[in-house]
């Protein structure tokens, strides 16, 4: 059973555009989720991360929001670059002696000029 | 060091052969992670350290895989008899401390069973 789903599978934006990706997650004792960027030959680099006692949170360019009820989250990339360009992934962390991170399936953004 | 690092690149191997995967976490890091990340997937999780204490094992796929952190530092993931459906990228993170959750991964070694 797939923990975290998360969609679109890719995504194609224009430069300048805004980039949105989504999740949701079934487990509610998930309590922390981050989101990831990942370039080809490179492990996954963190980016931005919430809490689910927050709905929104922004970073620059980047920001999560955050729906609990629904239990759904979602990335956007304010004024997307080429450099933008790479594999995304949520994932979410369950404390209380939980280890590991689930993550989705990712989505891989291509920004166009 | 300025982050996690693993040895080596790129891994072929043939397959029933062994195979030992290195990851230096960042220096202090208690914590330490291994993931595999099959082609266009996200990363799996497969187990965890707390020091040298294996608190978390059950991600590994099989009994051919084994894990080791012995001085609370380097680990090593060592997979014996090695398949074709081991091929994947094996990613390493570490964390700091009680933070389990911000992890922060190193480059991954890219294994490919022949």
């Known amino acids: 059973q797939q923990q975290v789903k998360q969609s679109p599978q890719s995504l194609i934006v224009q430069k300048g555009g805004i980039s949105i990706i989504n999740c949701a997650y079934e487990?509610?004792?998930?309590?922390?989720f981050p989101w990831y960027q990942q370039f080809p030959g490179k492990g996954p680099a963190l980016l931005i991360a919430?809490?689910?006692?927050?709905s929104e949170k922004k970073e620059g360019r980047f920001t999560i929001s955050f729906n609990k009820s629904a239990k759904q989250f979602s990335l956007h990339i304010m004024d997307s670059q080429p450099g933008d360009s790479a594999t995304y992934f949520c994932?979410?962390?369950?404390?209380?002696?939980?280890?590991?991170?689930?993550f989705g399936k990712g989505t891989k953004l291509s920004v166009i000029p | 060091g300025a982050g996690v690092s693993q040895s080596p690149r790129y891994k072929v191997a043939k397959r029933g052969q062994d195979v030992a995967l290195r990851c230096d976490p960042i220096?202090?890091?208690?914590?330490l992670f291994w993931y595999q990340q099959a082609l266009g997937q996200g990363p799996e999780f497969l187990t965890y350290?707390?020091?040298?204490?294996?608190?978390?094992k059950s991600g590994l796929p099989s009994d051919r895989f084994f894990a080791e952190r012995p001085e609370g530092s380097v680990s090593t993931l060592k997979i014996q008899r090695t398949q074709q459906e081991d091929s994947a990228v094996y990613l390493c993170?570490?964390?700091?401390?009680?933070?389990?959750?911000?992890?922060?991964f190193g480059p991954g070694t890219r294994l490919l069973v022949l």
């Open positions: 993170a570490s964390s700091q401390g009680g933070n389990k959750e911000t992890q922060y």
């Open positions: 487990n509610t004792a998930f309590d922390y």
């Open positions: 919430i809490r689910p006692d927050v």
């Open positions: 994932a979410a962390f369950r404390g209380a002696g939980s280890y590991q991170l689930t």
């Open positions: 220096s202090g890091h208690v914590s």
């Open positions: 350290f707390q020091n040298e204490a294996q608190l978390d």
